[in-house]
């Protein structure tokens, strides 16, 4: 952030101060959203969990909701294309799946 004042002493005297904290550049779309309280305080503590403000928290949560709509938009129209999955090919899914989060679990 750049803060620019000028300070004016009592002799008529001005010198321009600039000030430079931190230099964020990023264009932003600004919301507004209401929900429950319940729902407001939990966003809040899983924010502070996460050691991040709740505007990032609830950008990820957006970001996933997204994804995983994407996802399914695409498996929808790979069946569709190509017929329902196997409940082999189900299986095998999950396996990886759950392995993955395992590893990634040990990992951290």
């Known amino acids: 952030m750049l803060r620019s004042s000028f300070d004016c002493l009592g ?8 000030v430079c904290v931190t230099i964020v ?3 932003v779309d600004r919301l507004s959203i209401t929900m429950d309280p319940d729902l407001g305080q939990a966003v809040r ?9 709740v505007s990032s928290w609830l950008t990820s949560a957006a970001v996933d909701r997204i994804r995983n709509e994407l996802l399914g938009a695409a498996l929808d129209e790979w069946e569709a ?5 196997s409940d082999s090919e189900l299986d095998a899914a ?12 040990t990992a951290a």
């Open 45 to 53: 503590a899983a924010a502070a969990r996460a050691r991040v403000s």
């Open 94 to 105: 999950a396996r990886l799946l759950t392995s993955s989060r395992s590893s990634s679990n």
């Open 25 to 27: 550049c990023m264009q």
């Open 81 to 85: 294309e190509d017929g329902p999955f």
């Open 11 to 18: 002799s008529g005297f001005c010198k321009h101060i600039v």
